[in-house]
Nanobody, 122 residues
Framework: VQLQASGGGSVRPGGSLQLSCIASGRTFRGYNMAWFRQAPGKERDFVAR????????YVDDSVKGRFTISRDSVKNTVSLRMTSLQPEDTGVYYCAATDGGSSIRSYDYELWGQGTQVTVSS
């Protein structure tokens, strides 16, 4: 069972990026998938989650209107579309999965990808 995150990079403020998380090794039916981010010296913070079964998303207020989470059950992929990026969005972005119900707490997620770096700077 593996989560593989990709799509990070360096952009200027106002730019966009799309992150992808490919899930392999099992079906994630019944799971909730999420993105978290961690800035240097700070805790890992919730960004967005989505129900694998229903596709219903939930995003943190800090990114609402700018970030969109989606999932493709055929490709076994969860994506995070990020627009209007700001320097405070800089950090390592992690995808995660849990079968324990919807949550915004990192310690509720059992499976983690390796992280992908997002840097927003002028």
């Amino acid at each position: 069972v593996q989560l593989q995150a990709s799509g990070g990079g360096s952009v200027r403020p106002g730019g966009s990026l799309q992150l992808s998380c490919i899930a392999s090794g099992r079906t994630f039916r019944g799971y909730n998938m999420a993105w978290f981010r961690q800035a240097p010296g700070k805790e890992r913070d919730f960004v967005a989650r989505i129900s694998w079964n229903t596709g219903i998303p939930y995003v943190d207020d800090s990114v609402k209107g700018r970030f969109t989470i989606s999932r493709d059950s055929v490709k076994n992929t969860v994506s995070l579309r990020m627009t209007s990026l700001q320097p405070e969005d800089t950090g390592v972005y992690y995808c995660a999965a849990t079968d324990g119900g919807s949550s915004i707490r990192s310690y509720d997620y059992e499976l983690w990808g390796q992280g992908t770096q997002v840097t927003v700077s002028s």
